[in-house]
């Protein structure tokens, strides 16, 4: 992308992004969910609307879930980021991944990052959230495939294995069902 | 086009002075919910702004600044500042000017404000400790949502009688929010009861204009913004009825 | 004529296995992809945009009038803009500039003519997708506009169903109906003589949008011969390449079409694929750049097929007893600028217009006409859920009439074994006829009598209803084309086994069904198995992925892929084990004799002795459908290879003094014929329910008079979220088995949409005791016709 755009100028931003830094160069106009797709390949991140509406987007940045479609890229100069691909240490799944195969709460998939995201994001404040605190946070979270109930199945279990001390489960042992 | 967002470190901030409370205006809707707003009874209305706030996520970088200045009728947080009847400093190189929420609107997305001015700060009074606020809405689904309309209260009791009280809706007929002040006066002295609200619905109607889109009808909108008055004010009894 | 072998297998495998335990079908095993898509690793069309460099980006430039001439058309201004590489019109295209579906009505650029907002006139390429947006406020369009029209009633009369003077939108043909299907059946007018009570009423559906979150996306890259490989998001692969050969006037193995993980697709994705693959095909044609399409959302709304609104006109007749005597009913299906599936949808709107019900004395006319509105083509149903809307409704108000209760007017009246349908096609055992047992199961587990009683005498400001509806679908698709699917399975020399076929998967699972089939048959895991991505080039044309096809089409052929290798593998292992090929048990990677158990050896081991005896072990599974019948002036034949049956029970609580609506409990109940993927099916049930709730309640396109579309976003577009989820799901399978499907399988896909509306209006209205007579029923309109009624005062 922005190749030959020269009327604009070319930034230099620095992001964290699951764990390793990054210097990247970006338009002023670019936002930081096309640094994280197209720039970096965390291609996790989904774009569903691009206005924040939809909930694929999201990734955690200094401490708070946010669309990454709603922010630019210069405003992300110097913070932490974490997305899907960063969830869980590499060979690892995080709870609510392991709960949403559990449960079969796969369709498409296509929302399945933004909903991970939100969740991880939710237990690591809060690992006894109430079924209102749940339906908060995941409200946000369009499904078009409808997999909404098991959605809520899926992070009830997740608050389970947390309380177990399985916070994360080896990919392995995750897919042999 | 100007990103305010490094100035986060000074133009952030809830807090009590000089009889105020003074909200900065890069202070997002989440700042707001984390601090003494989120926690006092008689600011529940900060938590139903909150709670109702479009999508979770939005709430960390949508902001008091930025909700007042778009001027576009269903802001939320515009709604309940203007029932505490609120006012914005407005700061630019020739100096700072304070003008009342009530009176920053002036047509379609159109503020006074001046091209040269920034947003810096919203600020009301601290209000009584037998007050509280809420704001309600509803929309077509129940998830999350901009509301058919918007409605905002602030009720000071006094026992029973109606202390003080100011409602705003996200319109009164203008593309801007506004306060319903005949109503208000209609309802202050009097006692706090269904009937008492049932008789404000006519006040309300004479001077509340609505209009007919593709998303409503304006029979619609009246009759609801009668409904969510009623429910705020009763809301707002049941919360200081309660610790 | 002889009884095709893949026929004759389907029906022998039917019978063999009925009613003997199974090991994989009907299990809940974890999906093939499930891992992938939950790590985030699943790549979408447009995530490919990561692994390639020198891309050009493609934007459309549409029209700024609903319905215009274009008198010319100017691209200098933005072609001289730094990083605009080439600006494309109609002049530039090699071959046909045409994607129509069913006709060839639409430009794939327009030239002459502007028929709906989202017509493009230009395509910017560009090497930034922001500069090729702006550059194209530089394409200076000269337009005369002419009158636009976004009511199908502006174009035809809804009683008379005669053309109305207009300016023509389609000028090139005769008319702008494109398309009328009829029944005759029986003698009306008798009926309606003989009738002790007639119901007619008017009935609206809107413009549902579908809303996948994944927006369209199309890649285009050069190959070095000269050809184009294309990756998409589209149900119909074999389409993408038809369409895009012929628009670069390219033989079709020039064109390689690859599906990748896909979003969401329910309709929405067969044929706009079509023209996104043509417009990046086209700017790498032009480039020799690799070249990327991707939609916005708004683009998405606006530049995509849509579900048909309907106006419809229906009366029944029936005697005091309930007994249906005659259906009539003018249907109009807006198609909007152009037919997409228009005419299918016609047809099949047709087909189902009267029910699943006996019903000898029919006169049914549907017209899809053209108006200036986002062309309408296929969405989940295909224009049953429109008719059944209407139809259900009907049923309730006739029950109303009668002082019968809704359910006994249904069981009363539908269609079981042994039954002719409306079309006077004779439904057996052999079809699999379910409905009645499907309504049994939730009228019994909703507490149906009971509450329907209860409920009925509320006062409060909520009111609780309870509301049945019932459904039907034929499965595959009919008359609409040959009607034939393929697998091909592929042994590898270590026993894993390689999966080809051309359907897809767009979240529906239907593969994995797929995939136990042949598990099942050849006795092996189904974690052995590798399901490869459509890809034109190796998958075989399995025909599009539409029309709850899959299981039924695509099942049949992975069967008898599996049947004929299983054959050969007990033929080897027999030989290895000296036991007779029928005494061979599959175990994988266990194989034995069934009556020497010792005498056993490996899966991996027959595999190997094949490749050293020379027997090939791959095998290319075909299945092709009889020939549907039907006659065009008075829709007698047999429509359909058979039909999935539903019925669902919805309750419901109403907020008298906001008009609000909670869905609390959904008991739902599908004739499937055979379960064969059971997560799939759940999947269906729930999410099918969720997404008709939509259409019930809060969804619809909304054009202004201009042609505009007032809510091209999530924000202004509802669709359900979390919070609108009904508490508690409740839902049943029948299978009254499908003798010529696999294992007796059945679809579901579109099935599982069908009955919901109708069962949540007619629990509200049960709410209410107020009738209603279009969707979607947002609180404003649930308000004001309960406040004019009287229930509320204000």
């Known amino acids: 992308m922005s190749s030959s755009n020269g009327e604009y100028p070319d930034i230099p931003i620095k992001l964290n992004v699951n764990g390793r830094d990054y210097v990247v160069t970006v338009k002023p106009y670019e936002r930081l969910i096309d640094v994280l797709r197209y720039k970096l390949g965390f291609t996790g991140v989904k774009e569903g609307c691009g206005r924040g509406e939809c909930g694929s987007c999201l990734v955690i940045m200094d401490g708070k879930l946010v669309p990454s479609c709603l922010v630019l890229a210069v405003r992300a100069n110097g913070s932490r980021i974490t997305t899907i691909e960063g969830i869980a240490p590499e060979g690892k799944l995080h709870a609510i991944q392991k709960a949403l195969l559990d449960v079969h709460a796969v369709q498409c998939g296509y929302c399945l990052p933004g909903v991970i995201v939100a969740v991880k994001y939710l237990l690591d404040r809060n690992p006894e959230p109430s079924d209102e605190e749940i339906m908060e946070v995941l409200d946000g979270c369009l499904c078009r495939c409808g997999t909404y109930p098991r959605f809520l199945k899926a992070v009830k279990l997740a608050i389970k294995y947390v309380r177990e001390g399985k916070t994360y489960f080896d990919v392995k042992e995750a897919v042999e069902v | 086009m100007l990103d305010l967002w490094s100035l986060r470190g000074e133009l952030a ?15 997002t809707i989440d700042d707001l919910y984390n601090s003494f707003l989120g926690k006092e009874r008689k600011y529940l209305g900060f938590v139903d702004l909150y709670k109702g706030f479009g999508a979770y996520y939005l709430r960390s970088i949508a902001t008091v600044g930025g909700n007042i200045g778009a001027g576009h009728p269903l802001s939320d947080a515009a709604i309940l500042l203007m029932a505490l009847d609120a006012e914005v400093k407005l700061v630019s190189k020739s100096g700072e000017r304070m003008v009342k929420l009530n009176k920053l609107y002036r047509g379609k997305r159109e503020l006074d404000r001046r091209p040269d001015e920034l947003i810096m700060e919203v600020r009301f009074r601290d209000t009584p400790d037998n007050s509280s606020t809420a704001l309600l809405k509803i929309d077509r689904r129940h998830g999350h949502s901009m509301g058919y309309t918007v409605t905002a209260a602030y009720l000071e009791l006094d026992g029973n009688i109606i202390r003080d ?11 801007y929010p506004g306060r319903a002040y005949k109503t208000e006066e209609y309802l202050r002295g009097r006692e706090l009861s269904e009937e008492t609200i049932h008789g404000a619905y006519s006040v309300l109607e004479s001077e509340m204009k609505r209009i007919s889109d593709y998303r409503a009808p304006a029979e619609y909108r009246l009759d609801l913004s009668k409904v969510l008055m009623k429910r705020a004010l009763l809301l707002i009894r049941d919360r200081l009825s309660k610790g | 004529m002889a009884k095709p072998d893949y026929v004759r297998i ?82 530039d295209i090699p071959g046909v500039n045409d994607v129509g579906y069913v006709i060839p009505d639409q430009p794939l650029l327009a030239y002459k003519k502007v028929r709906y907002i989202g017509d493009t006139i230009a395509l910017v390429v560009a090497d930034d997708p922001y500069i090729a947006r702006e550059a194209a406020e530089r394409v200076h369009v000269d337009y005369e506009p ?78 070095p011969d000269g050809g184009i490989t294309i990756i998409t998001s589209t149900q119909c692969p074999f389409d993408v390449r038809r369409a895009v050969a012929r628009v670069l006037g390219l033989p079709q193995n020039m064109i390689r079409v690859i599906v990748p993980f896909v979003g969401g697709g329910f309709g929405g994705k067969e044929d706009v694929a079509d023209e996104l693959g043509a417009k990046a095909a086209l700017a790498t044609y032009l480039t020799g750049r690799p070249a990327v399409v991707v939609h916005t959302r708004e683009e998405s709304i606006i530049g995509h097929s849509k579900r048909h609104p309907m106006v419809a006109w229906y009366r029944h007749a029936a005697r005091r007893d309930g007994t249906l005597l005659a259906v009539e009913a003018n249907i109009l299906l807006d198609t909007g600028g152009y037919a997409s599936l228009g005419p299918f949808v016609a047809w099949r709107t047709t087909v189902h217009s009267t029910g699943p019900y006996r019903v000898s004395n029919a006169r049914i006319d549907t017209l899809a006409v053209y108006t200036n509105t986002i062309y309408s083509g296929a969405f989940r149903g295909f224009g049953d859920p429109q008719v059944q809307f209407a139809v259900e409704r009907q049923m309730d108000i006739l029950a109303e009439e009668l002082g019968i209760d809704p359910v006994e007017l249904r069981l009363k009246n539908i269609l079981r074994a042994g039954d002719r349908t409306v079309h006077g096609q004779l439904l057996t055992e052999e079809h ?31 009111r609780k209803g309870i509301g049945i509806a019932v459904g039907w679908h034929g499965n595959s698709i009919g008359v609409e084309g040959a009607d034939y699917s393929s697998v091909t399975l592929i042994i590898n020399r270590d026993g894993t086994i390689t999966f080809r076929t051309g359907l897809m998967d767009m979240g529906q699972g239907s593969l994995w069904g797929l995939v136990l089939i042949a598990a099942e048959i050849l006795g092996v895991p189904p974690n052995y198995f590798r399901i490869e991505q459509p890809d034109t080039a190796s998958t075989p044309d399995a025909g599009p992925t539409v029309a709850s096809r899959a299981t039924v089409m695509g099942g049949n052929a992975a069967l008898v892929a599996a049947y004929r290798l299983r054959k050969r593998i007990n033929e080897i292992a027999s030989q290895m084990l000296e036991c007779s090929p029928e005494e061979i048990v599959v175990e994988a990677p266990r194989i034995y004799c069934r009556s020497d158990p010792e005498k056993e050896t490996t899966w991996q081991e027959v595999v190997e002795q094949s490749f050293w ?11 092709r459908a009889p020939r549907a019948k039907w006659e065009e002036e008075t829709g007698r034949g047999e429509p359909y290879i058979t039909y999935t049956f539903g019925a669902i029970v919805s309750e419901v609580t109403v907020d008298l003094e906001t008009g609000q609506v909670w869905v609390d409990r959904a008991y739902i109940a599908y004739d499937i014929g055979r379960v064969i993927n059971p997560v799939g099916a759940e999947h269906h049930a729930e999410g099918g329910f969720i997404q008709g709730m939509g259409y019930a309640l809060m969804e619809e396109v909304v054009h202004s008079k201009e042609g505009w579309i007032y809510n091209p976003n999530l924000s202004t577009y509802y669709i359900p979220t979390m919070k609108d989820t009904p508490r508690e799901f409740h839902v049943f399978f029948v299978e009254a088995g499908y003798k010529r499907g696999p294992f007796g399988a059945k679809g579901l896909g579109e099935p599982s949409i069908v009955p919901v509306a109708p069962s949540i209006v007619n629990a509200i209205s049960h709410a209410l005791g107020i009738r209603f007579y279009e969707i979607p029923l947002p609180p404003h309109k649930i308000y004001l016709l309960a406040k004019k009624h009287g229930l509320t005062k204000i």
């Open chain 2, 13 to 27: 901030y809830v807090r009590r002075e000089d009889g105020f409370v003074k909200i900065g205006a890069l202070t």
């Open chain 3, 10 to 91: 389907v029906e022998e495998v039917f019978e063999r296995y009925k009613g003997k335990p199974l090991i994989y079908i009907g299990k809940h095993i974890l999906r093939w992809d499930a891992l992938a898509k939950v790590t985030g690793k699943a790549l979408f069309t447009a995530d490919f945009l990561k692994l390639y460099k020198n891309l050009v980006w493609v934007y459309s430039l549409r029209t700024r009038y609903a319905h215009a001439l274009i008198k010319g058309v100017d691209v200098s201004g933005a072609e001289r803009v730094s990083g605009v590489l080439k600006v494309i019109t109609a002049n």
């Open chain 3, 146 to 223: 002419l009158p636009v029209y976004t009511d199908p009633e502006e174009i035809v009369d809804l009683m008379t169903l005669k053309e109305k003077p207009h300016t023509s939108i389609h000028g090139e043909r005769d008319s702008d109906i494109v398309a009328h299907y009829k029944i005759r059946a029986g003698d009306v007018e008798k009926a309606l003589r003989e009738a002790d009570v007639v119901v007619e009423n008017k009935y609206r559906t809107p413009m549902q949008e579908h809303a996948y979150i994944e927006p369209e996306a199309a890649i285009s890259i050069p190959e």
């Open chain 3, 613 to 623: 005896l020379g027997v090939p072990l791959q095998e290319f599974g075909y299945y």
């Open chain 3, 432 to 462: 699999g006829v379910g409905l009645e047992e499907a309504i049994k199961k939730v009228v019994e587990a909703s507490d149906w009598y009971r509450k329907r009683r209860e409920y009925t005498g509320e006062r409060g400001r909520l």
């Open chain 2, 165 to 175: 009280v100011r409602i705003a809706f996200d319109s009164m007929g203008e593309p």
